[in-house]
């Protein structure tokens, strides 16, 4: 599968963006797609994961960021809302399969698409 982010930009704390994820090559509904960012000078952290069995959060965007997906669309959205110059970032989408692998684990995703770059100023 392949994947295409897109949606980052420039907003201010407060401001609200969307990131979207289209997959080509396969359905998502087949995978755990999932949500990663990387800030400058550090590692790169999960955010949020989206499959037909659920949805799950890091605790750091838990009730700000929602995460959801369009099936006919073949994409995952991550609605984030109430940014934080903390949220600043290049976000990453993933692909997995189902797994015993914890979802937070950016390990256990085999698929990535390239970064788009969030940036929020305070």
């Known amino acids: 599968v392949q994947l295409q982010a897109s949606g980052g930009g420039l907003v201010q704390a407060g401001d609200s963006l969307r990131l979207s994820c289209t997959a080509s090559?396969?359905?998502?509904?087949?995978?755990?797609m999932g949500w990663f960012r990387q800030a400058p000078e550090k590692e790169r952290e999960f955010v949020s994961s989206?499959?037909?069995?659920?949805?799950y959060y890091a605790a750091s965007v838990r009730g700000r960021f929602t995460i959801s997906g369009d099936n006919v669309k073949n994409t995952v959205y991550l609605q984030m809302n109430s940014l934080k110059p903390e949220d600043t970032a290049v976000y990453f989408c993933?692909?997995?399969?189902?797994?015993?692998?914890?979802?937070?684990?950016?390990?256990?995703?085999?698929?990535w698409g390239q970064g788009t770059l969030v940036t929020v100023s305070s």
């Open positions: 989206w499959s037909k069995f659920g949805t």
């Open positions: 993933a692909a997995r399969s189902f797994s015993s692998t914890p979802t937070t684990s950016g390990g256990g995703y085999a698929y």
């Open positions: 090559g396969r359905t998502i509904g087949t995978y755990v």
